[in-house]
């Protein structure tokens, strides 16, 4: 399947993984663009530019295909090594970066100079028209189901999608609610050129978690995720535990007046404890409302190959079919009137 995604990227298939805090490893990085999709390395999840470049070491002896790093730009008082990080990028010959967080422009110019296409991860369409007007090269729309932060416009993707198409010239990826051949369907008729998954990816067998992660995305519901960090507008998705439920206990009881201090031991250094050790009540973590659709932990290879040849069968069948009853109809009447 080509889309404007496949061509801009190199990929033989219109689907993405999103960049995962303790998740986007050089495993499952590879995994990814060795079924034919685009994998992508969290670039702050190694703690030091120079274990970012080990890590695409890493993904490189384990893949010939391309494959990206995520980039997230946050404020902070003591920012990490940003400029040593883009170093690290280049230097690795890594040719697609995801940005997101506060606006990348500051480090377009170097990243553009190695020839490295940027997609920048939005919530919104004036967030996505201002990243087209600063030279990124694609955008990921996150609607309001995604895991992890979906801003604070609440708008989901059977709205944000077909608004994002109607203002953007370059190409977007949907993102939040992605997990079968449906949402990728569903993605290119709203306007998308391929999907973003998250959530998916993580309850697969490459990914480098622990198992009690897994299951515990496969055995939760749509119902199951917590929207928390509300009244500090760090709006973040989390699946629900007993640690996510007293947070949210907080922000009840303090109201205006909490504080990041006030859920730190909620928040704090909690993913490690999560994704390696399996410490599910440990705090909160990123999870999609996707969860609901989640029954199975594939290979990311089995994966893949489900997605497209469901995507596959609904275009050429399901849909080709409907449009096909209409033609009849619409001949039938013709001949009723001559």
Known sequence: MKTRITELFGIEHPILQGGMHHVGLAELASAVSNAGGL??????????????????????????????????????????????????????????????????????????DAGIKVIHKCTSVRHALKAESIGCDAISVDGFECGGHPGEDDIP??????????????????????????????????????????TRFIATQEAPVHENVKRAIVAASELDTRLVMRP???????????????????????????????????????????????????????CGMVAGLIQDVPTVQQLIDRIMGEAHALITERLAGLAGQRSATLQNQERAFS
């Open 232 to 286: 500090l507008r760090n709006t973040e998705r989390v699946l629900t535990n007993a640690a996510v439920e007293r947070l949210l206990q907080k922000e009840r009881a303090l109201g205006a007046s909490i504080t990041f201090e006030d859920i730190l031991p909620e928040v704090a250094g909690v993913y490690p404890r999560i994704m390696q050790q399996g410490d599910m009540e440990a705090g909160a973590w990123s």
């Open 157 to 198: 993707n059977f709205i944000l999608l077909p608004r994002a198409a109607e203002e953007l010239t370059i190409p977007f990826v949907a993102s939040g609610g992605m997990a079968d051949g449906r949402s990728l369907v569903a993605a290119l008729a709203l306007g998308a050129e391929g999907m973003n998954m998250g």
């Open 39 to 112: 994998g992508i390395i969290t670039g702050l999840t190694q703690r030091t530019p120079e274990l970012l470049a080990r890590e695409i070491a890493r993904c490189r002896a384990m893949t010939d295909k391309p494959f990206g790093v995520n980039l997230t730009f946050l404020p902070s008082v003591n920012p990490p090594d940003y400029p040593g990080y883009v170093k690290a990028i280049i230097e690795g010959g890594v040719k697609v970066v995801e940005t997101a967080g506060n606006n990348p422009q500051k480090w377009l110019p170097a990243l553009k």
